[in-house]
């Protein structure tokens, strides 16, 4: 039997191909190119402030120094213990507790405590003296505390505005004067 | 020599093809690159966003372990200083040897700071003047050194005329752009 015309044409329909080739050769260039030039590993630093000397007067500050200089508080780091001295006064911040780094035992610090520590000082800081900008910081420590220890602590100094460190390195006993002289302070 | 006539060819599927294409049961074979395409495609989008067009400036010394840190601070290309627990080394080249001597006083190193203040002077007689961009040193130290070590590094640097010091770091997320 014959089929009824319909009238309509019957066109076989193709399904339009992509040609996605020069596309895989385009990616095969592409792609050795970037893994050539990708950098994976990202290297930045940190630019430290200069800073001066230990005065012996620990404590004191003189009418020369400017009013930011007076005002910048310090990190003191022993083999014991934290410190944080500020125009306010000098308060212990924690204990030095060991912790596994890539499998070695090594001293640490509660960043935690001193992250909350600098924000605190810094509302003061601005509450007392809110035309004064203080960005630097001094890093006090004993000879052996590890560089890795230091950056950190100039890590979470730098999240509070102390973006400008410095770095002393004083004998234990000297650290002991400055934390004694700073134990007063000032109220905020 | 005479070029190979198709039956002695190996079996290949242009072969194969022309053989089933006599038989009248050709069947075009096509690849789906489509899955293909996808992985290209995240692959590339992921290595564009880790392309560097500034390229590496600072050459990592495989004799350290460098610190992290959030700072986001973009590194520049000045006097290299590598500190180790064994040995301080300025633009490749070992110039103090750590031993308890070196890790005994808090002093400025009197050998590292001829080395830099005649690299400094060289620098000045090369150019002609000198701008604060050349008195800047990178060091690179190990997590392990010791604050006394760095502390006299730096000291080096200052009284050598290296009025910045910068240290280099490896960057951890979190940081903010500066």
């Known amino acids: 039997m014959a089929k009824a015309a319909t009238g309509r044409s019957h066109r076989i329909r193709h399904s339009p191909e992509l040609d996605l080739l020069p596309i895989m050769n385009l990616f095969c260039v592409i792609i050795p190119f970037l893994l050539l030039s990708a950098s994976f590993l990202e290297i930045s630093i940190i630019e430290m402030s200069p800073t001066e000397g230990i005065s012996a007067g620990a404590g004191t500050t003189s009418l020369a120094q400017s009013e930011e200089q007076q005002l910048q508080p310090k990190i003191i780091l022993t ?49 007392a003296f809110p035309t004064i900008p203080v960005h630097k910081i001094t890093i006090l420590t004993v000879d052996d505390v590890r560089y890795d220890n230091i950056v950190m602590t100039i890590d979470v100094c730098a999240i509070h505005g102390f ?7 004083a004998a234990y006993s000297v650290l002991q004067r400055q934390i004694l002289a700073g134990a007063g302070g000032v109220s905020p | 020599m005479s070029a190979p006539t198709k039956r002695h060819v190996p079996l290949t599927l242009g072969y194969k093809k022309n053989k089933a294409s006599v038989r009248g049961k050709d069947k075009k074979v096509t690849l789906n690159l489509t899955s293909m395409i996808d992985m290209f495609t995240i692959l590339v989008v992921f290595l564009l966003k880790s392309y560097s067009a500034e390229g590496q400036i600072v050459t990592l ?118």
Do not use: W
């Not at chain 2, 400025?108 to 800047?136: C, F, N, W």
């Open chain 1, 79 to 127: 083999n014991e213990e934290m410190f944080l001295g500020t125009v306010f006064g000098t308060r212990s911040i924690s204990r030095v507790f060991l912790e596994n780094r890539d499998g070695e035992m090594v001293n640490s610090y509660d960043y935690e405590v001193l992250s909350d520590a600098l924000g605190d000082f810094r509302g003061e800081l601005d509450a």
């Open chain 1, 163 to 169: 973006d400008q460190p410095g770095l002393q390195v």
């Open chain 2, 61 to 178: 010394s495989d004799a350290l372990t460098l610190p992290e840190s959030r700072s986001d601070q973009k590194i520049e290309l000045n006097l290299e200083i590598i500190v180790t627990n064994d040995a301080i080394i300025v633009d490749g080249e070992p110039i103090v040897f750590v031993d308890e001597s070196v890790l005994g006083e808090g002093n400025p190193i009197p050998v590292l700071v001829e080395r830099l203040s005649d690299h400094l002077e060289y620098t000045r007689q090369m150019r002609g003047t000198i701008d604060e961009a050349e008195m800047k040193v990178n060091i690179q130290g190990d997590v392990a050194t010791r604050a006394i070590l760095l502390q006299r590094v730096m000291s080096s640097c200052a009284q050598a005329g290296y009025a910045t010091q910068n240290l280099t770091v490896i960057k951890v997320e979190g940081g903010e752009e500066q």
